[in-house]
Nanobody, 126 residues
Framework: QVQLVESGGGLVQAGGSLRLSCAAS????????MGWFRQAPGNEREFVAA????????YYTDSVKGRFTISRDNAKNTVYLQMNSLKPEDTAVYYC???????????????????WGQGTQVTVSS
């Protein structure tokens, strides 16, 4: 069992930056690939970024490439999402999630993730 707690959300103007953190409980954090997803009102939950267990590979949805960076610190049981050049369309609740055994090509799939945090709100004003 893994418990995930996100933090770092808030209100920011367009062009600004935020850094989300996701702290995981347990001693098996490094056994999980980690992902960030987001959900805006009326929309389905969508993939944002993912990172492999060791942190040597990262993946992004096209709309955030070059603006967002996912990273992890396995010693601190924490995964991060650095978000720069934020746009109003980035407004959503952001969730972190942990995936056990999963093929890399399936990392963008919501149903591949076993554990989810409660989410943190990110609002970008124009």
């Amino acid at each position: 069992q893994v418990q995930l707690v996100e933090s770092g959300g808030g209100l920011v103007q367009a062009g600004g930056s935020l850094r989300l953190s996701c702290a995981a409980s347990g001693r098996t954090f490094s056994s999980y690939a980690m992902g960030w997803f987001r959900q805006a009102p009326g929309n389905e939950r969508e993939f944002v970024a993912a990172i492999t267990r060791s942190g040597d590979s990262t993946y992004y949805t096209d709309s955030v490439k070059g603006r967002f960076t996912i990273s992890r610190d396995n010693a601190k049981n924490t995964v991060y999402l650095q978000m720069n050049s934020l746009k109003p369309e980035d407004t959503a609740v952001y969730y972190c999630a942990a995936a056990g055994s999963v093929f890399v090509r399936y990392l963008p799939r919501v149903d591949e993730y076993n554990f989810w945090g409660q989410g943190t709100q990110v609002t970008v004003s124009s």
